[in-house]
């Protein structure tokens, strides 16, 4: 079964400083998708960043970027320069292409304190 | 471009009303379609994902139901809602190799 653990619930941060957002998952295949996504109190759901499996090179999105560990299967999310507008709660999620699932975590809140 | 749209936006229902959520996608064909259910504050709940017309996959027995009448056409129904049914749905569509593109969200307060 496709699982996308986050284990924090909740993480706060300084303004300014650098937070780093744990994600791990559970798959049998070799090539896969996977996502940071951000909802804000508006529950838009935004994509902040995406990660092919097949790519070696950690994805980078001006300040957030991630930490991709294939064999580990961790991919964690860093941003830094923490903004207010940062706040909000973050989600990671997976799929393996083609006609499958689309699995999310159970989220993580972000707060940045000024 | 892609577009999709969910509606409606808020809905308060009685118990045992029907439901009807709708979402519609354009600008594209075939896609991948998804029904999500989030409670305040919680994860996102698979509930339906459909990979074509008429194919529905199911992740949670409950009191939902959804159908795919169209290429671009998801809908999430009840026959009789339940005060269990209140959260924030989302519909989302995705390709073979994209990220998922969101609707809006319905708020749904039963009562």
């Known amino acids: 079964a496709q699982t996308v653990t986050q284990s924090q619930p909740e993480m706060s941060v300084q303004e300014a400083e650098t937070v780093t957002l744990s994600c791990t998952y559970d798959?049998?295949?070799?090539?896969?998708?996977l996502f940071w996504y951000k909802q804000p109190p508006s529950r838009q759901m935004i994509l902040v960043i995406r990660q092919e499996a097949y790519k070696q090179q950690n994805a980078t999105e001006n300040r957030f970027s991630v930490n991709f560990q294939k064999a580990a299967k961790s991919f964690s999310l860093k941003i830094s320069d923490s903004q207010l507008g940062d706040a909000a709660m973050y989600f990671c999620?997976?799929?393996?292409?083609?006609?499958?699932?689309?699995?999310f975590g159970k989220g993580i809140t972000l707060s940045v304190r000024p | 471009s892609q577009t999709i749209h969910q509606w409606p936006a808020t809905l308060v229902q009685p118990v045992g009303s029907p439901l009807s959520l709708e979402c519609t996608v354009e600008g594209t064909s075939n896609p991948n379609l998804y029904w999500y259910r989030q409670a305040a504050g919680r994860g996102l709940q698979l509930l339906f994902y459909?990979?074509?017309?008429?194919?529905i996959s199911s992740e949670v027995p409950q009191n939902l139901s959804a159908s795919r009448p169209q290429d671009r056409q998801f809908i999430l129904s009840s026959k009789k809602l339940l005060l269990s049914d209140s959260g924030f749905y989302l519909c989302?569509?995705?390709?073979?190799?994209?990220?998922?593109?969101f609707g809006q969200g319905t708020r749904l307060t039963v009562v």
């Open positions: 459909s990979v074509g017309i008429g194919q």
């Open positions: 798959t049998s295949e070799s090539d896969y998708y």
């Open positions: 989302a569509w995705r390709h073979y190799d994209t990220e998922a593109f």
């Open positions: 999620a997976y799929h393996t292409g083609a006609n499958s699932k689309l699995t």
